[in-house]
């Protein structure tokens, strides 16, 4: 009985994973069918990709932020790494392997790996430390990305790769083509329809998350968000997990920029600032820390909302500072954490009364039978 | 100069504060001199102690006396500003608290520190956590090791709930249990490391004497079962002089008297520190 009690158990986790599962696949569904049928505007179409993006970058963030504890301010900031290293990659591939879809793979990968990459430099001084350093130092990383990349040059020609910083130090051969001019920045690239592989990248997103988080790994990752000092005390290595967390969540950034790269046939660095980073962390705030189905749905919505209302797009910063100060007075307030402890421990008293009476039953049961022999 | 304990499962100790049945093996713990302190203040001060591998020693003393630092030095939460400390005669200079663990001490806390979003069964997992034997590659692709690695543990944490009888609780968050239930999984989670010293810091707390009785019984099964050591503090006295072969006394940071529960309650120097103010009030 209680096997079968704690089977139930195990399959909620399991079964509420794949509802996020299904509803991502029945929305990539829907839409495909709506395209077929035309009745889908060609805003809505090209906001596709960009949700897709938005959404890999919610539940990444949330890995970082909702399941390791940590706040991290420069999401962006990997993004961007991912977008950049990703689209040269994919461009210096460009004559070798004309077909887009493979190097749109390649370019995801490349991404994510140069984002976990820069994510292992950024963590190894700041994940040793005890405290809010990370909040501060993300930020700083994320400007700082930004001025790098703005300020960067990248060219190549028959001769190979140029690079240079602030100004252009090279000149091409002829034939050759600039990757990356500075303020510039990416320009002609080939855009591809990248739909379907954003869909399946989120998906492959949410698996690793939820697969993490009841592994080994995960629970390590969880437990020193919770008690940094047990979790040291039963011999958990905090800088360890810490890294692992926040090097997944980096990676996942960069294969999301990679993919928001190869929407567009020209990207600057300065699309990937301090506000974008912010407003990735509104979706992770609105849909639950530690919460993916409620960043996928936070993150899907509040992309296409403010979209479908241009109109007041002016106010939409102002908006999501206002959300997010309500949202955080709501589950700070003590008030509000006290009556749901309540509601916790009630129904925690109510499962246990429900065991014991069930106990007493079979006792019951069991003495009667005993009596009737 | 033998002295009796009358309960029922420990056996007669020495005089000396390690039992006799461990005299002539290594002590699981050595503390010597060690000391630490805070901006003037000597919070523990030459204290020495050794621990036989399967004695239970109490270490009492006033409140802010020291015990609890003595446990986060033991356990390298403070790094001791002197003395040494030997886990089965391994020195621990330079270890973290990470390497105390797997060098063999595990504890609970005086405010106890679960890991209050997980379930009760993760958090005794994570007492497991480096005994379970796959990558985290291999459990993110799920691979077989994973499956087997998982289901072993889970079978581990459960069989370990069962010493509190604690089994049917596996899926409840461990921050909503009662606090007598919560102290008993700490106690949990700590032996899921496999160690070879418990550290209990005021196992007794907030429970009632009947669930005090119990945890007395326990720690003795505890310490049968699994042949190690452990070292409590407590205030309790029934629990204290009932469970405990070997008794230290701390106050402000010094120990004032070491032996056995008869010899404490009759050490003038304890009554008057400890004991006597304790009958007063
Ligand atoms: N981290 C610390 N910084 C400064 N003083 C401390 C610290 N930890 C403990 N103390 C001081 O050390 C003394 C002993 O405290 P503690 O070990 O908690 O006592 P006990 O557990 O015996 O009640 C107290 O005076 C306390 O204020
Ligand atoms: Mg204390």
Request: some cysteine.
């Amino acid at each position: 009985m209680k096997n079968v009690q704690r089977k139930i158990s195990l399959n909620k986790t399991t079964k509420s994973n794949f509802v996020t599962y299904g509803i991502v696949i029945a929305a990539f569904v829907i839409m495909e069918i709506l395209m077929a049928a035309g009745m889908v505007s060609s805003l809505l179409k090209g906001l596709l990709v960009p949700i897709c993006v938005y959404v890999i970058m919610a539940i990444s963030l949330n890995l970082t932020v909702g399941v390791l504890g940590e706040l991290s301010l420069g999401h962006a900031g990997f993004m961007s790494v991912g977008a950049f290293s990703g689209a040269v990659v994919s461009m210096m591939l460009q004559s070798v392997i004309p077909d887009a879809i493979p190097r749109l793979l390649i370019s995801l990968v490349v991404g994510a790996i140069f984002a976990a990459i820069v994510g292992v430099l950024v963590g190894i001084p700041v994940l040793r430390l005890n405290g809010d350093y990370l909040a501060i130092v993300t930020l700083a990383f994320g400007e700082i990305i930004k001025s790098l990349i703005t300020n960067m040059y990248i060219g190549l020609d028959e001769n190979g790769l140029h690079f240079s910083m602030i100004k252009q130090k090279f000149e091409l051969a002829e034939g050759g083509k600039m990757l990356i001019d500075g303020p510039i920045g990416l320009s002609g690239m080939r855009k591809v329809d990248s739909f379907a592989i954003g869909i399946v990248l989120i998906l492959l997103c949410l698996m690793i998350i939820f697969h993490l988080v009841n592994s080994k790994s995960g629970r390590a990752i969880m437990a020193l968000r919770d008690n940094r000092i047990a979790a040291e005390s039963v011999g958990i290595n905090v800088t360890k997990y810490k890294m692992m967390g926040f090097v997944i969540s980096a990676a996942m950034a960069g294969a999301a920029g990679a993919l928001f790269a190869s929407n567009y046939s020209a990207l600057q660095a300065s699309k990937f600032d301090f506000n974008t980073s912010i407003l990735v962390l509104v979706f992770v705030v609105l849909g639950g820390l530690g919460n993916m189905r409620g960043s996928v749905i936070a993150a899907a919505l509040l992309t296409v909302l403010p979209e479908l209302l241009r109109a007041f797009s002016d106010y939409r910063m102002l908006a999501y500072a206002i959300v997010l100060i309500g949202i955080m007075l709501v589950t700070h307030n003590p008030a509000i954490a006290d009556r749901l402890k309540q509601i916790k421990i009630k129904q925690y008293k109510k499962s246990a009364d429900r065991k014991a009476a069930a106990m007493e039953k079979k006792m019951v049961r069991q003495t009667a039978k005993k009596e009737g022999k | 100069m033998a002295t009796r304990l009358d309960t029922k499962m420990v056996p007669i100790p020495s005089a000396g504060i390690v039992p006799e049945r461990d005299s002539g093996k290594m002590p699981v713990l050595v503390a010597a001199h060690l000391g630490i302190t805070f901006g003037g203040l000597k919070a523990v001060d030459d204290f020495n102690i050794s621990v036989g591998p399967t004695e239970i020693a109490g270490l009492i003393g006033p409140n802010g006396a020291g015990k609890t630092t003595v446990f986060n030095l033991l356990t390298k939460v403070y790094e001791p500003t002197h003395g040494t400390i030997l886990i089965n005669g391994r020195d621990t200079h330079n270890m973290s608290t990470v390497e105390v663990n797997k060098a063999g001490i595990a504890r609970t806390f005086q405010n106890i520190r679960l890991f209050n979003n997980l379930t009760v069964e993760e958090n005794v997992k994570l007492g497991l956590h480096n005994s379970i034997n796959y990558t985290t590659l291999e459990g993110v692709l799920r691979m077989p090791r994973y499956w087997k690695a998982e289901k072993e543990a889970h079978e581990r944490a459960l069989e370990l709930l069962s010493i509190f009888d604690m089994q049917d609780l596996a899926d409840y968050k461990a921050g909503n249990l009662p606090y007598g239930a919560q102290r008993r999984l700490e106690i949990v989670r700590a032996l899921a490391t496999n160690p070879k010293l418990l550290l209990l810091d005021e196992p007794a707390a907030g429970m009632n004497p009947s669930e005090t009785s119990e945890l007395m019984d326990n720690i003795i099964k505890i310490r049968d079962t699994f042949q190690i050591a452990v070292l409590l503090i407590e205030h309790d006295m029934n629990l204290v002089m009932g469970i405990c072969e070997g008794i230290a006394v701390l106050n402000y940071g010094k120990i004032i008297a070491k032996g056995t529960a008869e010899e404490i309650q009759n050490n003038p120097a304890v009554i008057e520190a400890y004991l006597g103010k304790k009958k007063e009030g």
